[in-house]
């Protein structure tokens, strides 16, 4: 069985960065046949999409992320990261990582989440 774990969430100024890991471990046979994604939920609003990255590389912001965060993944690590500069008090929310069932990023009742990393942007 594949498990997700979230790190580096935080505490942080307006304007200020953070990088938060997504941990790959379990079961899984090729890290790099799955597209993966962080998502966001903040309290009373429902859970949206930060960014994707496909299997091969391909990467898909939503707005308000671009410019501004960064996806990447190490495969031989196993591990997705997501680098967010020039925070602002509206990114503050729950930080999901997602592991996709196929090499692009649609979903499927077969995807995998993580347990959530906490981010605070303080004005």
């Known amino acids: 069985q594949v498990q997700l774990v979230e790190s580096g969430g935080g505490l942080v100024q307006a304007g200020g960065s953070l990088r938060l890991s997504c941990a790959v471990s379990g079961r899984i046979l090729r890290t790099n046949a799955h597209a993966m994604g962080w998502f966001r939920q903040a309290p009373g609003t429902q859970r949206d999409m930060v960014a994707t990255?496909?299997?091969?590389?391909?990467?898909n912001y939503a707005d308000s992320a671009k410019g501004r965060f960064t996806i990447s993944r190490d495969d031989a690590e196993r591990t997705l990261y997501l680098q967010m500069n020039n925070l602002k008090p509206e990114d503050t929310a729950v930080y999901y990582c997602?592991?996709?069932?196929?090499?692009?990023?649609?979903?499927?009742?077969?995807?995998?989440w993580g347990q959530g990393t906490q981010v605070t942007v303080s004005s």
């Open positions: 990255i496909s299997a091969g590389g391909n990467t």
């Open positions: 997602r592991q996709y069932s196929s090499l692009r990023p649609t979903p499927s009742r077969a995807d995998v």
